[in-house]
């Protein structure tokens, strides 16, 4: 099996080494992230971890991250884009705090196992499996989290960089394929599910992703928060991020117009022909508002329909 077939169908597993894995410890280190992400890192326990952004002062989203919550410490896992920004970004606001930063991203490995079985891979390989999205657990001198990259079950294994060959190695002896950068940006773009980079920047706020289970309105002040709360009570956006299939064999390039009716009503942030579906799938902002009852939605002359009323996390 194939890894974009093994992905849909079984378990792939995939190099995820190039994501950014900050560590912070120190006893401030909680009240810091706290004070610095949109959801709640107080209420997490040792095993747990929660999927949060970075904002700036306008609301506007700097970075996503997955937030670990270790026995010593936080582990903050980026986008290999942001990896740089998040760790500046929380270096400039540690003044008078007893917390410290290490970037151990080049210490360590990063495989994800994503698939409908690869919970019980894992467990034929004697690894946990845990349960809750973004929970943890120990394996020998690695940690297996609840984390997906692709919108399918899925979990990512990080252990020091020595470990890499003989992890790929038990994987791919238990017949799991390796899966490429395209065929799993293919697999999360029919699963709706966006990533940092391409379906959110820092143009975006965090309602416009429909993203909310990465923020805590009942928790404290914290960077971003007056816009957020703004923008939650008072309204004010207007285009949402949502699934897209387009009746079409070539993806659209970012950027590309919605029309509804012949009105530009949104545009393009990432989009994959899916062979599964034998059409394009994508992800885009569309002022929903703005669609009458019926219209038919174009994307380069072609029939484009919203799958679902928001992305999958």
């Not at 470990?163 to 065929?183: K, N, T």
């Given at each position: 099996m194939q890894g974009y077939e093994a992905l849909r169908e079984g378990a792939a597993w995939l190099d995820l080494s190039k994501r950014g894995r900050i560590r912070a410890r120190g006893e401030d280190r909680v009240r810091l992230l706290h004070a610095m992400t949109t959801n709640d890192i107080r209420q997490l326990e040792p095993g747990d971890g929660c999927y949060a952004f970075f904002l700036n002062a306008q609301g506007r989203i700097l970075a996503d991250a997955v937030i670990l919550e270790l026995p010593d410490a936080l582990m903050?896992?980026?986008?290999?884009?942001?990896?740089?920004?998040?760790?500046?970004?929380?270096?400039?606001?540690?003044?008078?705090?007893?917390?410290?930063?290490?970037?151990?991203?080049?210490?360590?490995?990063?495989?994800?196992?994503?698939?409908?079985?690869?919970?019980?891979?894992?467990?034929?390989?004697?690894?946990?499996?845990?349960?809750?999205?973004?929970?943890?657990?120990?394996?020998?001198?690695?940690?297996?989290?609840?984390?997906?990259t692709t919108g399918q079950p899925g979990f990512s294994v990080i252990a020091p960089r020595g470990?890499?060959?003989?992890?790929?190695?038990?994987?791919?002896?238990?017949?799991?394929?390796?899966?490429?950068?395209?065929?799993a940006r293919t697999v999360r773009l029919e699963q709706g599910f966006p990533r940092y980079g391409?379906?959110?920047?820092?143009?975006?706020?965090?309602?416009?992703?429909q993203l909310l289970s990465a923020v805590n309105f009942n928790k404290g002040c914290y960077i971003g928060q007056e816009i957020v709360e703004r923008v939650r009570s008072r309204g004010g956006v207007h285009r949402f991020l949502v699934p897209l299939e387009i009746d079409a064999d070539r993806a659209p390039a970012p950027e590309t117009r919605i029309l509804a009716a012949g009105k530009d009503i949104g545009e393009i942030t990432s989009a994959a022909y899916s062979p599964?579906?034998?059409?394009?799938?994508?992800?885009?902002?569309?002022?929903?508002?703005?669609?009458?009852?019926?219209?038919?939605?174009?994307?380069?002359?072609?029939?484009?329909?919203?799958?679902?009323?928001?992305?999958n996390r």
């Open positions: 903050i896992g980026t986008e290999p884009e942001t990896r740089g920004a998040v760790y500046g970004h929380l270096d400039k606001y540690i003044i008078a705090d007893d917390v410290t930063l290490e970037d151990i991203t080049e210490a360590t490995i990063e495989i994800g196992i994503e698939g409908p079985v690869a919970a019980g891979l894992l467990e034929m390989l004697g690894a946990p499996a845990p349960a809750a999205p973004y929970s943890h657990a120990a394996w020998g001198d690695s940690t297996v989290a609840r984390i997906s470990a890499r060959d003989a992890l790929i190695g038990d994987l791919e002896a238990a017949g799991v394929a390796p899966a490429d950068v395209e065929a391409e379906d959110i920047t820092d143009r975006h706020l965090p309602h416009e992703t599964a579906l034998g059409k394009t799938v994508a992800l885009a902002y569309v002022r929903t508002g703005e669609i009458a009852p019926g219209a038919e939605l174009s994307v380069e002359g072609n029939r484009a329909l919203i799958t679902a009323g928001t992305p």
